[in-house]
């Protein structure tokens, strides 16, 4: 008579954002075209500023953040070296009815997607005193486009979408980024807790960066799956979404790329819009 040893199933809490660009990078984690022995991962999904706020409670193993959130949560999670999304002279954009000059753009009330979004830094950055108000980021466009404010400050697909709500694009902080610094502008990335270990947290990073590389080696798949998390975007709308922000640097940042981390957070920090010192740390 034979007995079956059973793997005990280590459960892995995973949290990212119902956008077409993070729906395509988990497609391979989260349809089991890539699994791991020993693990399950239990995915859920919300929007970035929700899990910027939850990640400070430690509540998931795996989480999507914005960049801008790492410094509150660095005691606690570690930056993942894969996952990220990164624009290469891209990036959040303002936009409002009418064409605004840059300066008349810093005397106005700006519709943000959250004080913890990368966007947000980004915007301080370029105008410290900027007036500000928090708006759902998928309510921004509609509430620009009525009027309710004079500008909005749009991440996700809304980059692409803007010009169908006959809006006018004044500032993108991507290409703002790239004058500046010479650096890609990094966004949002996935951290990983600290106290799973060593050896989890390399099981787990192996894992993330198979599904990226799944979702690349078969795209149409992916993507097939990905649209049914891509607001108001066509099929050729979202590949153009998934490719600008699913690429080589989602599979590793790159020096430059690592580098952008650091100097984003600490301008942060040396500008008062971020009170933690960061410490940037890649497992």
């Known amino acids: 008579m034979s007995t079956s040893v059973s793997i005990p199933v280590r459960d892995i809490s995973v949290a990212h ?12 984690l989260a349809t089991n075209k890539v699994r791991v022995p020993g693990l399950k991962f239990n995915h859920t999904l919300m929007d970035i500023e929700t899990l910027n706020r939850k990640a400070m409670d430690g509540v998931y193993d ?23 999304s ?6 959040p954009t303002v936009v409002a009815p009418r064409a605004l000059g840059l300066e008349e753009l810093k005397r ?3 519709a943000v997607p959250g004080t913890l979004t990368t966007a947000y830094l980004a915007l301080k950055l370029f105008a410290p005193k900027i007036e500000t108000v928090v708006v759902p980021f998928d309510q921004i466009i509609p509430q620009v486009v009525a009027g309710k404010y004079e500008a909005g400050l ?16 004044i500032l993108d902080l991507g290409r703002w980024w790239a004058d500046l610094t010479g650096l890609p502008l ?9 106290e799973l270990g060593a050896e989890l947290i390399a099981s787990v990073n192996k894992a993330l960066r198979d599904s990226i590389q799944y979702a690349l080696d078969h795209r149409e798949e992916a993507l097939a799956y990905a649209m049914q998390f891509a607001r108001n975007l066509d099929h050729q709308m979202a590949d ?3 490719g600008m922000y699913v690429n080589a640097r989602t599979l590793d940042y790159g020096d430059d790329g690592r580098e952008a981390v ?22």
Not at 270 to 276: D, E, L, Q, S, Y
């Open 17 to 28: 954002s119902p956008d077409s660009d993070d729906a395509f990078m988990f497609y391979g």
């Open 62 to 84: 795996v989480t999507a953040i914005s960049f801008h959130a790492y410094p509150y949560i660095q005691d606690r999670y570690a930056l993942m070296p894969c996952g990220g």
């Open 86 to 91: 990164v624009g290469e002279r891209y990036g």
């Open 108 to 110: 106005t009330k700006v």
């Open 154 to 169: 749009i991440i996700h697909e809304g980059q692409l979408t803007y010009e169908s709500s006959g809006l006018h694009r």
């Open 186 to 194: 990094p966004l949002g990335g996935n951290a990983i807790r600290r």
């Open 240 to 242: 153009r979404f998934v």
């Open 262 to 283: 650091a100097k984003l957070l600490g301008m942060g920090y040396r500008a008062g819009i971020i009170p933690h010192n960061p410490q940037v740390e890649f497992v």
